[in-house]
């Protein structure tokens, strides 16, 4: 039994949900789960300069990126093209109101957030300034960093340029290197900084002692926002670090993931039913559902890519949709077919590999804004908003799902 301050000596493996004790490490070094190798926390001595310098290489990047050419084409005798900010407002143009905003919000003002956040609190740590600031802004920082997809969205230019091979001549812009920059030092900051990290430096900083020493025999969990260990204390238990109110109680949890489900899947239906791309070729209209333009790929000989969007689109969707409903199912009627470190691996995968389904609208917004000829033009379809609405509702389904409900050790006490 631990009093609650010591429960920063405890980690609970984001993955597995397996709890450990943390020990000290060298510098530079990576402490990783006992059982499936995810990394846990890191200790880097230069965390604070480090992070401050990777953030404003990361600020400089997201500028480039942002504001200038990603990719020039040369299409019949005309040059076109465009940069981040062009192609989420060409949605707003063509009336994409929500897939603009969606996409407005995961590539331009998330990315964003983030950089001015590690910037941020990196100044903070070294001023050793403002702590209530820095306390409030990591908070923030654990809340949009799922919802951040700059990477989705590079490999989206990808295939959308693909689908142009043939057709068009292609450069590729400064903004598209900087992105990917902006990218490759992204994955590291995640890696070298994991959210338990940010903390332990936050709390060695400032000594925060904001938890009483209380004992209670009940069972662990872990905060998805701030990776802090918790006693679950039923019915509303607020996390003593973040305080985020991250577990209510497990049925109405549960029954906001089922209602997030139902709507994720409702607007799958019309996503696979309208067109995703209408091409206007002189006067001549064609349109192509997401299996369509699958299809079409397939025809073109581009099978690889093919594969990505079949994977992205139909997969990866269908995939999510029967693994979060499977586990809503076997919470409420448990049967033992499956290892709760199974159903737990399943869980964090779909979480994984979620975000990635995006891939196709991305790809529909970088046509519609690359190809708008008075005679050739391309223009998202109204599939593009239901599967954006689907991709938005099925995330959300799966942060809604309360993955202790998975144990059935947890026991309600009021
Ligand atoms: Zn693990
Ligand atoms: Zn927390």
């Not at 908070?139 to 969205?153: K, Y």
């Not at 590729?172 to 995640?190: E, T």
């Not at 002692?209 to 025999?217: L, Y």
């Not at 586990?327 to 499956?338: F, H, W």
């Amino acid at each position: 039994m631990y009093k609650e301050s010591e429960l920063d000596s405890l980690i609970i493996c984001k993955k597995c949900h397996t709890l450990h004790e943390t020990i000290s490490i060298e510098h530079g070094e990576l402490a990783t789960c006992s059982e499936c190798d995810t990394i846990l926390y890191s200790c880097d001595k230069q965390l604070v300069t480090k992070g401050l310098a990777l953030s404003i290489a990361s600020l400089s990047l997201l500028f480039i990126a942002n504001f200038f050419k990603l990719v020039k084409i040369d299409f019949l005798g005309s040059e076109q093209h465009i940069t981040i900010l062009q192609t989420i407002l060409r949605l707003y143009e063509k009336g994409f109101w929500f897939v603009g905003t969606m996409s407005g919000l995961l590539i331009f003002v998330f990315p964003f957030m983030i950089v001015l956040i590690h910037m941020t609190f990196f100044f903070l740590l070294y001023t050793k300034q403002a702590p209530y600031l820095t306390y409030r802004i990591l908070i923030m920082l654990g809340h949009i960093l799922p919802w951040h997809m700059s990477n989705i969205f590079l490999v989206s230019i990808l295939i959308a340029l693909v689908k142009l091979i043939g057709y068009v001549s292609i450069e590729m812009g400064i903004a598209f290197f900087a992105l990917l920059g902006f990218v490759v030092i992204d994955l590291y900051i995640v890696r070298i900084m994991p959210m338990h990290t940010l903390w332990s430096n936050y709390n060695n900083i400032y000594a925060n002692k904001n938890s009483m020493p209380k004992f209670h025999n009940r069972p662990l969990l872990r905060c998805p926002l701030c990776d802090a260990t918790n006693y679950d204390k039923g019915k509303n238990t607020k996390c003593r670090r973040c305080n985020a109110g991250v577990y209510t109680y497990r049925h109405f949890k549960n029954e906001r993931s089922l209602a997030f489900l139902i709507t994720a899947i409702i607007a799958y239906i019309p996503a696979n039913i309208y067109p995703m791309l209408i091409t206007k070729n002189f006067g001549s209209e064609t349109s192509s559902t997401i299996m369509g333009g699958i299809m079409l790929l397939w025809e073109q000989g581009s099978i690889p890519i093919a594969g990505i969007v079949f994977f992205a689109s139909i997969f990866v969707p269908i995939a999510k949709f029967i693994i979060i409903a499977y586990l809503l199912v076997n919470a409420r009627y448990p049967k033992e077919e499956l290892s709760n470190k199974t159903k737990k691996n399943m869980f964090y995968l779909a979480e994984i590999v979620g975000p990635w389904s995006m891939i196709d609208v991305f790809v529909v917004a970088i046509l519609a804004s690359l190809i708008h000829l008075q005679s050739v033009q391309i223009i998202a379809g109204e599939a593009a908003t239901a599967f954006a609405l689907s991709v938005f509702f099925t995330l959300l389904a799966a942060q809604n799902f309360d993955i202790g409900s998975i144990e059935k050790k947890r026991i309600n006490y009021e």
